[in-house]
C-alpha cells in the first residue's frame, strides 16, 4: 500500500520533519566549521545554542507525526516502517548536536594536523545525510531514484571511513599526551559516526522500498 495516498497531512509533516533536520545540519555545519577555524569562543557557543533549538525542533516534529499515525488507520507495517525510519534518522541531529556539546563542555579544540581532514569528513557526512533526506522522500513518495542514492550513500561511508582511520593514524604518531590522543580519537570518531547512521538509515530503507515493490 503506497502510505501517503490518502493522508497529505502526514505527508506534509514529513516533509517539515526532514526540512528541519537537514536545517539542523546546515546549523551544526557553520558551528563546526568555525570550530576548526576559531576554536571555542562565545561565539561558538551561541552556535552551540542554536543548534540545539533546531535538534529539539526535529525532536517534536517527530513526535507530532508518530502522534498523527497512531491517529490515524493506517496499516501496522506502513507505520512501523515509516516509524523506524524516522527514529533512525533522527539519531542524525542528536548526535550532531552531541558533537558540538562534547567540545563544548569539554574546551575540546581540534588539533591542526587533522583539520584539513576533519573539514573532508564534515563535508562528506553532510553530503551523506542529504542522500539519507532524498532516499526517503524517493521511498515513501517515489521522488527520486533510491537505488541509485543507496549507492552514493555505501560510496561516501567507504570514503568515510578511510579518512577515518588517516586522521586516527595521525594522531596516534604525533607526540602529545596519550589522553590528548585519544579525545582527538574521539572526535573524529563522533563525526565519522554521522555516515555510519546515514549508512544504517539506507539499508532499512533499502529493505522498505523492496517490500513496497512487491
Known sequence: MFLFNKNKKLLDMLDCYLTVVGDTLDEFSDAFRYLLKNGIDEHFKVLVSQTHKKESNADDLRRDIELQMYEKSLLPESRRDLLEVI?????????????????????????DEIKEDMEELLTLSLETVTYVIKMTNACFKRDGDATELARLIDNNESIGDHLERKMIERVFTLKMDVGEKI???ESVLQVGAICDLCEAVKDKLVITNIKRSV
Open 87 to 111: 527514529e533512525m534518522i533522527d539519531k542524525i541531529p542528536n548526535r550532531a548536536e552531541s558533537i558540538l556539546s562534547m567540545h563544548n563542555s569539554q574546551h575540546q579544540e581540534l588539533i
Open 183 to 185: 579525545l582527538q580519537k
